[in-house]
């Protein structure tokens, strides 16, 4: 059963950090590309961050570049996204995603590409 849990959400001050893990059971996320994405109230769903199955290549969505950074350990079939200097705008709930690299990936920060989903977890940051 494929499996994708977040954790590592919480309350935080602006100006803090916070490190975000996605744990996948089920499959091995080594043939993966893998995305975290986030959603406010009232909002559509955000690509913030995207990270090929090598972890070579990352991709970062305009409003986090240079204080977020995503990270994959495929020995432990997980992936984290660092979030520094966090902002208020920042507040929502931050969901992982997985897509098998044998899929044509046009935008990794695209949900749209991702076939599996994690539920999800808080992030709020207060000013």
């Known amino acids: 059963q494929v499996q994708l849990v977040e954790s590592g959400g919480a309350s935080v001050q602006a100006g803090g950090s916070l490190r975000l893990s996605c744990a996948a059971s089920?499959?091995?996320?080594?043939?993966?590309?893998m995305g975290w994405f986030r959603q406010a109230p009232g909002k559509e769903r955000e690509g913030v961050a995207g990270?090929?199955?090598?972890?070579?290549?990352?991709h970062y969505g305009d409003s986090v570049k240079g204080r977020f950074t995503v990270s994959r350990d495929n020995a432990k079939n997980t992936m984290y996204l660092q979030m520094n200097s966090l902002k208020a705008e920042d507040t929502a709930i931050y969901y992982c995603a997985a897509v098998n690299s044998d899929h044509l990936i046009y935008n990794v920060l695209r949900p749209g590409e991702y076939n599996y989903w994690g539920q999800g977890t808080q992030v709020t940051v207060s000013s």
């Open positions: 089920g499959f091995t996320i080594d043939s993966y590309y």
């Open positions: 990270i090929s199955p090598s972890g070579e290549y990352t």
